[in-house]
């Protein structure tokens, strides 16, 4: 068997993906697909825990963008991604992936509260551990809570799924000539302005050398290829 090249990682999922082409909501063939690639990975001996966004179902920004109160439209934003964090749940234990819901926000009848040990426990015996409500408070996005959640609990990297394979110097679904980053350093995805991680959860993982991973969930069996070292997407680090 190939060794893999971490033993312990963060997956970040964004919402958008989750949606597929419908652009809204879940798309269960994604959810199938991205559970039969973690099953992958945790045959393998990696320990894996999920962060999983909210954008396909409701985007905090947006809401405040139209008049909403920032805090109460960040906290429906959380609900989302625990909408999220249990369909995900389901699929991988319908491919035999025992697997733990965390949230920060309490919620005990669906959902563990997230302590740090505990997360760490869980892993240690072979769980995947997916953390839904972000990080718990209003302006932080789901980004900072990968970035938070894999100092917290050591991981290797974050790897940072989404529906474009890689970072551009532009949007490539609004231009096709967009030039494709194939690695990046912290300083320059601040400097560049590059939206595909935010600047708070950037900088926390420069102050903990925590290197990132953005490549397409969209194609079948992208993580295992990222977490046995193949150089796929746009790696950001040192």
């Known amino acids: ?3 893999s090249k971490y033993k312990r990682v963060i997956i970040k999922l964004s919402g958008e993906a989750l949606a597929g082409k419908q652009g809204f909501g879940l798309e269960h ?3 199938d697909s991205i559970s039969r690639q973690v099953k992958d990975i945790v045959e393998a001996g990696v320990q894996t825990a999920i962060v999983v966004g909210g954008g396909n179902i409701w985007r905090g920004v947006s809401g405040s963008a139209r008049g909403m109160d920032r805090a109460t439209a960040d906290y429906m934003g959380m609900l989302a991604t ?11 234990e319908h491919v035999n992936v025992d697997t733990r819901v965390l949230s ?8 563990e ?8 426990r869980h892993l240690e015996k ?4 997916i953390f839904a409500a972000g990080t718990g408070n209003p302006f932080f996005s789901t980004d900072t809570t990968a970035a ?11 790897l940072m799924a989404k529906k474009v394979d890689g970072v551009y110097d532009s949007d490539p679904l609004k231009n096709p000539v967009a030039n494709k980053f194939i690695s990046l350093d912290y300083i320059e995805v601040l400097n560049k302005g590059l939206g595909v991680i935010d600047s708070t959860a950037t900088t926390l993982c420069m102050d903990n050398n925590i290197p990132l991973y953005v490549f397409s969930i969209l194609e079948e069996g992208n993580i295992k290829k ?7 997407g746009t790696y950001i680090g040192r």
Request: aromatic content about 2%; overall charge positive; proline content about 0%.
């Open 1 to 3: 068997m190939i060794q």
């Open 29 to 31: 063939k994604i959810l």
């Open 82 to 92: 625990v909408i999220n964090a249990l369909a995900l749940q389901d699929a991988l």
């Open 104 to 111: 920060a926000i309490e919620m005990r009848q669906i959902a």
């Open 113 to 120: 509260t997230y302590i740090r040990r505990r997360a760490i």
């Open 126 to 129: 072979g769980r995947v551990v």
């Open 148 to 158: 938070l959640r894999a100092a917290e609990i050591e991981a290797e990297a974050i």
């Open 226 to 232: 990222v977490v046995m070292g193949e150089k796929i």
